[in-house]
């Protein structure tokens, strides 16, 4: 009666996963600094272990790791929301915000109170 397909089956490298995982690990880290899109220490720090991450696999070699890691960085820059947080203590309180800012800088301000 038809074209009977198969249902797609994406093969996965397990490898290339845990690798994937281990770095988005290292960006969630740095991004913990404030402002590390311009700190160039975090950068410099994100480079290092992706590089490391990258370089444990033996799937590629020395000439390409820069290049590597400059590109995840780079993505990570563009795609990853901005955020902040900080406590201001008020009186008694202690304020605590984070404030997330999208790719397109819309905002979402959290704000949590202790008494």
Known sequence: MGD???PYAATLDGGLADLARRIDTVIEEQRAVIDWRENLNAQRE?????????RDTGRYGEDG???IARRIIEAARRRLPVSERGEVRFGDA???YEVVRS???HKTIEVTVDA
């Open 4 to 6: 009977e397909r198969e």
């Open 46 to 54: 994100m480079r290092r272990d992706i590089k490391r991450l990258v």
């Open 65 to 67: 790791l820069d290049e």
């Open 94 to 96: 202690l304020v605590r």
């Open 103 to 105: 790719p397109r800088r």
